[in-house]
């Protein structure tokens, strides 16, 4: 149980092009969904904090139009990078939690996006 | 505001050894959960153990365990008979205790753990 899948695992794209990742929760509904940086042998940096039907709380220094959040359903929640530029190449990683808090309050993680911008 | 410290940036130990990763923390609260993630190079963030703040009894799962010393706010990870497929990184987490669903991780910079054969 509690698996949460990311698609695509790996994308390369050209400057100036948008890029949308989807996370979505398998097997349970997630109310919140958190979206995660990760540059190369570094820890987890949040971006941005999702919720069904509303706006997304995003962190200091994120460009929130630059990275659009759409929580659409208790199931999926997407990130688009608009006008990737190589600087935001990097592992972006979702995360889930059960509404129903059924692993208290833990986190499930998808298996990440690496985005390259040519 | 909450922290969390892993003083180990790189551990080594040969197979079938005891390892143990440090964490220390820093809070004011004093209901709140702690978790130890693994991350191997797959990239796939994997839950080890999570410990609540308000239990005693220190957190078990199979090889994995941890000392709790919540007066010291300390929360280290001992693993057991280490197995090539420890080999990983390992990251330290704190959460607020409560039901509002956006309370965030506040991670550590982890620790890189290689397990020799």
């Known amino acids: 149980g509690a698996v949460v899948s990311q698609h695509p695992s790996r994308v390369i794209c050209k400057s100036g092009t948008s890029v949308k990742i989807e996370c979505r929760s398998l097997?349970?509904?997630?109310?919140?969904m958190f979206w995660y940086r990760q540059f190369p042998k570094q820890s987890l940096m949040l971006m941005a904090t999702?919720?069904?039907?509303?706006?997304?709380?995003?962190e200091q220094g994120v460009e929130k139009d630059k990275f659009l959040i759409n929580h659409a359903s208790l199931t999926l929640s997407t990130l688009t990078v608009t006008s990737a530029h190589p600087e935001d190449s990097s592992f972006y990683i979702c995360?889930?939690?059960?509404?129903?808090?059924?692993?208290?309050?833990?986190?499930?993680f998808g298996p990440g996006t690496r985005l390259l911008v040519l | 505001a909450q922290t969390v410290t892993q003083s180990q940036p790189e551990m080594s130990v040969q197979e079938a050894e005891t390892v143990t990763l440090s964490c220390t923390y820093d809070?004011?609260?004093?209901?709140?959960?702690l978790f130890w993630y693994k991350q191997p190079p797959s990239r796939q963030m994997i839950l080890v153990i999570r410990q609540e703040a308000y239990k005693q009894q220190n957190a078990t799962e199979n090889r994995f365990s941890v000392n709790f010393q919540k007066a010291a706010k300390s929360f280290s990870l001992k693993i057991s008979d280490s197995q090539l497929g420890d080999t990983a990184m390992y990251f330290c987490a704190f959460m607020k205790h409560g039901m509002d669903s956006n309370y965030q991780l506040i991670w550590g910079a982890g620790t890189k753990l290689i397990i020799k054969p």
């Open positions: 097997d349970f509904q997630a109310t919140t």
């Open positions: 995360s889930a939690r059960d509404s129903l808090f059924r692993g208290g309050e833990t986190q499930y």
């Open positions: 999702s919720n069904e039907g509303s706006k997304a709380t995003y």
């Open positions: 809070t004011s609260e004093n209901n709140y959960y």
